[in-house]
């Protein structure tokens, strides 16, 4: 089985302890001869937007694409703008560089397993309509403790 995992934060070479509980379920799938792709698109925000906060101007330095621990990690960039977990949802644009990247990478998945309701849990209903692809999302901390 292949097992497309969609998430906000999954470790890699420069942050490893970010997410690191993405990884330790990813390779305990692994163990099990389970076939998993990660996908954990990252923010850009565009030139005017960057002037407006120095959090904004920074350059999220994470590589694009590396394998951890068997595991292939994309890191594909999505047009961000400011507060858009409140107001702009980004489940669409992250959707977008999602798909682009299974179209460029030929990843034909069997399933999607997406973490946390926003954003992506709204990008992976979006990526299985498109691909025709089950999905079940997983839902942490403040999606069950503060957005309800």
């Known amino acids: 089985m292949k097992i497309l995992w969609i998430t906000s934060v999954y470790p890699s ?6 997410g690191v509980f993405h990884e330790t379920q990813v390779q305990e799938l692994q163990k099990l001869g389970i076939d998993i792709t990660v996908i954990c698109p990252r923010p850009f925000h565009s030139a005017p937007v960057r002037m407006l ?4 101007r920074k350059k999220d330095a994470r590589p694009e694409y590396e394998i951890r621990k068997g595991i292939p990690v994309y890191r594909p960039f999505y047009r961000a703008v400011p507060g858009q977990l409140k107001w702009a949802q980004p489940h669409r644009r992250i959707a977008s560089a999602v798909l682009k990247t299974m179209k460029q990478r030929d990843l034909h998945p069997d399933l999607i397993h997406a973490h946390f309701a926003m954003p992506s849990g709204g990008a992976a209903a979006v990526v299985s309509e498109t691909a025709r692809i089950p999905y079940v999302l997983t839902l942490h ?5 503060v957005y309800p």
């Open 13 to 18: 070479s420069l942050k490893p302890g970010e």
């Open 53 to 56: 906060k120095k959090a904004y």
């Open 141 to 145: 901390g403040s999606d069950v403790n």
